[in-house]
């Protein structure tokens, strides 16, 4: 294809737009005397997404091609950022989403940390992502602040507004800002538009891609508390609690102003505790202002794992005696304290920790969690015990620790890149502002077995490290997880820890403890205990591993092994099991045709395995007894097979069909074990409490599938357009037994106000898509995910499998008032006679592809047109253009039958109509005003200028100045 510069395409004669005078109203504002409310709206709806190339650029939208233009020319940051682009083969998304999850699995070696998903740089076509969204904002923004906040996007994100390159952020995990105002048209729509590059990666696990977490639009006053410009750190004597308040306001009035803060206390009751008021403080214009302020609260309500006492601060900030700014903070009110011989203490009481890590994907839903998907797994661990989480190995999303604030439960805080060079500390920094007020988050894990950790360089980067959480925090302890099996405990940079993390090294921590007996201990990750659900015998062609626990063992890989390590020394604060749930990718201990990890008590759909009862009966005070394997065995007859119960009863008796095979005590953290000869018939356990049976529990063998049983989590949920109920399919025998092996494939159908959000069985080696709305069994059950929309009323699923009896439940989506958001844009599609609506060109191609110059004067422009009898009226929507901005042109003109007759500017267009097909030719004056020069007559010499005036800069073969291709418009939709 010829190469045309942005020169040619100005001498070809292209009519481009002069720029005006800036309006006033987008003038910055240089004082604001009214008072002005923080917004906050969210803007995860209404997006459009298509995937782009991280090698072709004709598959990248032109990025970076040279002849869209990117980084070329302000303001002109490729067609798909203006208005009038064409956006119709795009798709409908909402925030959060996660494109990997919907990608098919590729048998790929190279693919096994991310779970055999085809993505990295031997994707390119699947490694980069486009998303657009349009809004409009009120005319009253004029004058205000406004940013656009971003909870998460992995990768790297290229974003671009109104046609303006903004900035590149790198690093999946940690939030990310842009203030935009300089940018913004107050009135009119405003278009976001955002690449998203996945090609490279942060972690060694599944991570998916795309916009995964919350995006906001937040408005100020020019003058503003700063993003996560608030703190509160308390400490407490007795029944009263010292507040210290320290506030950061930003000033971007144009002029220094006197700021003055107003800081309220309210209690969880919702009274007011505490007040107090700052004295005017000036703050210069484009600086940030540091208030500290001391309030006591008296009769204080501590934030506990059973009392999720939460307080709110309320900061008022005025400008010179303008109200500016109103900001709330939720913050909670405990003591934290290790003691290097007793372990941790929670408010003065001793808390053992018990533990998990966990990534943050879940079957069906990838790592695009919406906020119910959060709570769900918070629930279903402290139903096993479970009291603190680590987000590994990455800084988690806000709503998760939402959900442990109002739940229950403590937080291990962990940033994803051990490093001070500046995309590091930032990313830091960045984790304690935002996550300092959670009473959940108890430490912060500065890195996660880095081997550099143990370095005298390590102790310089830890040590850097250290001092920004002192500095913004100072509350809280920090910690590092140190390399496995006790790689330079107690080395270099590990020693900056104010709790000595270990991680699967339970000998090594207790000779450390011996020689280092002032530091408190805590296992940072233990346990990498492998088990599938419902699987007893070791299958690796099947991606199956024994639920036995290698108790013998250490607890490396052993829960009981570990446990009973960390409960019988009480100078261990306790320790974080791998993992809660299983997680996607670094498939353990099979590859290929495994598709995820294998180490969790719970699989990708929160389904208990076997040691998570082990967990419960140790780690909770409700009564627990559960025996194991199922008693299906057709091919075992007369073979011997360990059965176990995990108990915390004082006893447990064992009887088959009714003949008592002994009773039996329980060992403290420990189980028990029968060995009994397989025959079909009913293994059942009996618990004794004080000598009297107080519970029991029955294995028996099945018939054949006949019913399908459903359970859901919650019978209401919010008509949000995001709220969440969780499905289980069960597989039933006549007898409403559950099958513990078969595959039936499950349907899940809905009817009502919602739709099936994604399935999962938890088996390690299904290949299904998770985007779906059937799923095979696994072990008898698998689950579907049911998402709300935007209107209430009963909700009905159904799950259907052939041959099976079908089985539904009922679920009211019930009105709520919903978070404050953004209104999605959506353009006026005209609708009338004749050739009335939208229409766009189609380019049309040379010998050598698309014509350059067709492109450079159609591209994506939008044609609307509206025809009354024989008038033509309408505009001319284009895209800016190298030397100009976006332009729109009124259109006057006529339609006589097939004829088609209008002007636009200085334009003129005539051609016909047939059908959904327009043939347009132009005509347009010469540019800048200049008559062209008559061709010279008579002779003329062999060498010298052209005879005919043309310009021969534009080459030989080009047309000359004025004269415009054909143009071809087709009837759109969008």
Not at 464 to 489: E, F, N
Request: net charge negative; proline share 6%; with cysteine.
């Amino acid at each position: 294809m010829a190469s045309w510069s942005r020169r040619d395409v100005l001498k070809s004669g292209v009519a481009l737009p002069t720029l005006g005078l800036l309006p006033a109203e987008l003038l910055p504002a240089q004082t604001s005397a009214s008072h002005t409310v923080r917004e906050r709206l969210c803007l995860d709806a209404g997006w459009r997404f298509h995937f782009g190339h991280a090698t072709d650029a004709t598959k990248d939208f032109g990025y970076n091609s040279g002849r869209n233009g990117s980084f070329q020319k302000t303001g002109n940051f490729l067609p798909a950022a203006a208005l009038p682009f064409d956006d119709t083969g795009w798709t409908d998304v909402d925030l959060p989403h996660d494109w990997v999850i919907s990608l098919p699995f590729k048998n790929d070696p190279s693919l096994s940390s991310k779970g055999f998903y085809p993505i990295g740089r031997s994707y390119p076509e699947n490694s980069v992502g486009w998303y657009r969204r349009v809004f409009t904002l009120a005319k009253d923004d004029a004058g205000k602040r406004i940013s656009i906040e971003f909870d998460g996007v992995y990768r790297e994100a290229l974003v671009v507004f109104n046609g303006y390159y903004i900035g590149r952020h790198r690093g999946g995990y940690d939030p990310f800002r842009y203030d935009v105002t300089d940018f913004m048209k107050p009135g009119e729509p405003n278009v976001l538009l955002l690449r998203v590059d996945a090609t490279e990666s942060d972690g060694w696990f599944y991570e998916g891609a795309g916009i995964y977490r919350h995006t906001w639009l937040v408005k100020t006053a020019p003058v503003h508390v700063a993003q996560w410009g608030t703190f509160v750190r308390s400490t407490v004597e007795g029944r009263k609690a010292n507040l210290q308040i320290r506030t950061e306001v930003e000033n971007n009035a144009g002029a220094s102003k006197a700021v003055r803060v107003t800081s309220t206390v309210i209690d969880p009751s919702g009274k007011t505790v505490g007040k107090v008021t700052s004295k005017p403080m000036a703050v210069p214009d484009g600086e940030t202002g540091t208030f500290e302020q001391q309030v006591s609260v008296n009769d204080v309500a501590l934030w506990s794992l059973e009392e999720r006492n939460l307080y709110r601060l309320v900061t008022e900030v005025d400008a010179d005696g303008v109200a500016m700014d109103r900001y709330e903070t939720r913050f909670g009110i405990r003591t934290l304290r290790f003691d290097a011989n007793e372990g941790f203490f929670l408010n003065g009481k001793s808390v053992k920790i018990k533990g998990t890590c966990n990534h943050q994907d879940h079957a069906g839903l990838g790592v695009a969690l919406p906020d119910a998907a959060q709570r769900f797994r918070v629930k279903t661990l402290q139903e096993v015990g479970c009291n603190a989480y680590r987000s590994a190995h990455n800084p988690p999303t806000s709503e998760l620790l939402d959900a442990c604030d109002e739940m229950g439960m403590l937080f291990l805080d962990e940033t994803r890149m051990m490093s001070s060079n500046p995309e590091g500390i930032a990313q830091f920094e960045n984790l304690i502002r935002r996550d300092r007020n959670h009473p959940s988050v108890f430490m912060w894990n500065m890195g996660n077995e880095e081997r550099e950790a143990t370095t005298e360089t390590g102790l310089h980067i830890l040590s850097t490290m250290k001092r920004s959480a002192i500095k913004l925090d100072g509350s809280r302890p920090v910690t590092v997880a140190p390399p496995p099996l006790g790689m330079g405990l107690g080395q270099g940079g590990l020693m900056v820890s104010d709790v000595i993390g270990y991680n699967y090294t339970d000998p090594q921590i207790e000779a450390f403890h011996k020689t280092h007996p002032t530091l408190p201990c805590l296992g940072t990750e233990n346990v990498s205990a492998v088990a599938t659900r419902g699987a007893y015998a070791i299958d690796e062609a099947n991606g199956a591993v024994s639920s036995y626990d290698p108790y013998t063992t250490s607890g490396r890989a052993s829960a009981e092994g570990w446990w009973r390590f960390v409960n019988t020394r009480p100078w261990m604060s306790g320790g974080f099991v791998w993992t809660g749930f299983d997680y996607r990718g670094e498939p353990s201990p099979f590859q290929w045709p495994n598709i995820n990890s294998e180490y969790g008590f719970l699989d990708t759909c929160g389904f208990p395995k076997d040691t998570y009862f082990y967990y419960q009966a140790w780690w909770t005070a409700k009564p627990v007894l559960h025996i194991f394997p199922h008693w299906n065995w057709p091919d075992f007859v007369g073979k011997e097979i360990a059965v176990w119960a995990h108990s915390n009863m004082d006893e447990v008796e064992l009887l088959q069909d009714g003949t008592s095979l002994g009773r039996q005590r329980v060992p403290k953290d420990s189980h028990l074990q029968w060995i009994v000869t397989y025959k079909q018939g009913t293994l059942e356990a009996r618990g004794f409490k004080a000598g009297k049976q107080v519970m029991s529990t029955k294995r028996e063998t099945t018939g054949k599938a006949a019913k399908l049983a459903i359970r859901v989590d919650r019978t209401e949920m919010d008509a949000d357009g995001a709220d969440l109920v969780f499905v289980v399919a069960e597989v039933h025998d006549a007898e409403g037994r559950v099958l513990p092996v078969t595959d039936n494939e499950i349907s899940f159908n809905v009817s009502g106000p919602a739709r099936v959000k994604g399935t999962g069985n938890g088996n390690p080696v299904s290949h299904e898509p998770d985007t779906g709305s059937s799923r095979k069994a696994f072990a008898g059950m698998c689950m579907g995910i049911v998402q709300a929309t935007r209107e209430s009323g009963n909700v009905v699923i159904e799950i259907t499998s052939p041959g099976l009896e079908p089985a539904s439940a009922t679920v009211t989506s019930r009105v709520v008032k919903e978070r404050p958001e953004v209104v999605v844009w959506k353009r006026e599609v005209p609708a009338g006679e004749g050739v009335t609506g939208l229409w766009r060109p189609v380019l049309q191609d040379g010998p050598s592809g698309p014509d350059p110059l067709q492109l450079a004067v159609s591209g994506d422009t939008l044609y609307t047109f509206i025809q009354r009898g024989s008038v033509l009226t309408g505009s001319i929507d284009a895209p800016p253009a190298m030397f100009g901005p976006a332009t729109t042109g009124a259109v006057q003109g006529t339609v006589e039958g097939g004829r088609v007759h209008f002007t636009s500017g200085s334009t003129t267009y005539d051609g016909g109509v047939t059908g959904d097909r327009m043939e347009l030719h132009r005509t347009m004056p010469p540019r800048g005003g200049q008559p062209a020069r008559a061709a010279e007559t008579g002779a003329h010499p062999v060498i010298g200028p052209p005879p005919d005036g043309s310009d021969p800069s534009l080459g030989l073969g080009r047309r000359g100045a004025g004269t415009q291709p054909a143009l071809i418009l087709q009837r759109a939709k969008r």
